[in-house]
């Protein structure tokens, strides 16, 4: 059974930064196109990074210049450097590997960012 598992999401304050990662287990990871969403209170879930098989990334605007989304395929590992963080960042964090007809999902990790 494929497994995504997010980690490092917790409380920060405004300006502060946090990494989190995404473990996957039981995919050919180096395959998939991986990738960060966040879902706030009340809103849709929205894309916030791109990581493709190649390397290439994409970043939503809001995000652009602060985050940075990296992968480690030896690792099976995607991480999310977070810096400069708002309030409005605040939100549940997935992570997603997609492969073709392949589509998961990880639990989520909680960010909040308040002072």
């Known amino acids: 059974q494929v497994q995504l598992v997010e980690s490092g999401g917790g409380l920060v304050q405004p300006g502060g930064s946090l990494r989190l990662s995404c473990a996957a287990s039981?995919?050919?990871?180096?395959?998939?196109?991986m990738a960060w969403y966040r879902q706030a209170p009340g809103k849709e879930r929205e894309l916030v990074a791109v990581?493709?098989?190649?390397?290439?990334?994409n970043y939503a605007d809001s995000v652009q210049g602060r985050f940075i989304i990296s992968r480690d395929n030896v690792k099976k590992t995607m991480y999310l450097q977070m810096n400069s963080l708002k309030p409005e960042d605040t939100a549940v964090y997935y992570c997603?590997?997609?492969?073709?007809?392949?589509?998961?999902w990880g639990q989520g990790t909680q960010v909040t960012v308040s002072s």
């Open positions: 997603n590997a997609k492969f073709r007809d392949s589509n998961y």
């Open positions: 990581i493709i098989d190649s390397g290439i990334t």
């Open positions: 039981r995919i050919s990871f180096s395959l998939f196109d």
